[in-house]
């Protein structure tokens, strides 16, 4: 008598996608539109503040989805609110083995150039922080030899410095550097000039 083999379930990796606004009054149309047109199984949106910790629906994929399967967004700022929080997030996908595409920054961590973008975004993270605890570090103890504490808070150098080399060694445009390094574009053009200047300078 045969015995018969169980049957194995085999259940196929799935593209997931996930669109958010910020506001009642925002549309998810061209969001919805697009991840539609990448091909998604499913969708997941929202209308709700990226700067909150409690969003439904992104809590509602992250139960849903599986490993093998594929995130989609239309740009990293509809999943993340930082370049930290890009980071973090990254890091618990790759932990699941889901992988993460952005449609307009053109990332996809399945492939080597993908990967290689994060990774380069981890260490911008990484010496942006080191930067900051040595800039604070000098700055207490000029404040302390002059009696003084407390000034008056500007860019961030590191950003503007992280923002500068990512424009020059990528393709994006200086908004979505700009965005992803967190300065303001009109003080990063600035920044540019500046060191186009300095350059200038010592060549002369």
Known sequence: ??????????????????????????????QMDALQQAGCDKIFSEKMTGSRMDRPAWNQFL???????????????????????????????????VNLVSLRENIDTSTATGRCFLSMMGAIHQVERELRAERASAGRSSAKARGKT??????????????????????????????????????????IAEKRAESVNNIS
């Open 1 to 30: 008598m045969k015995t018969q083999k169980p049957e194995v379930s085999t259940v196929l990796p799935q593209k997931i996608g996930y669109a958010r606004v910020s506001s009642v009054g925002q549309n998810l149309d061209s």
């Open 150 to 191: 407390g000034g008056r808070p500007g860019t961030d150098p590191a950003k503007l410095e992280n923002a500068r080399i990512l424009y020059e060694n990528s393709e994006k445009t200086a908004a979505e550097v700009c965005e992803i390094a967190g300065v303001g574009r009109r003080r990063f053009f600035s920044y």
């Open 63 to 97: 139960e849903y989805v599986r490993s093998g399967d594929t995130l989609v967004v239309t740009e990293l700022s509809r999943m993340t609110r930082s370049l930290l929080d890009l980071l973090e997030t990254a890091k618990i996908l790759e932990q699941r083995q």
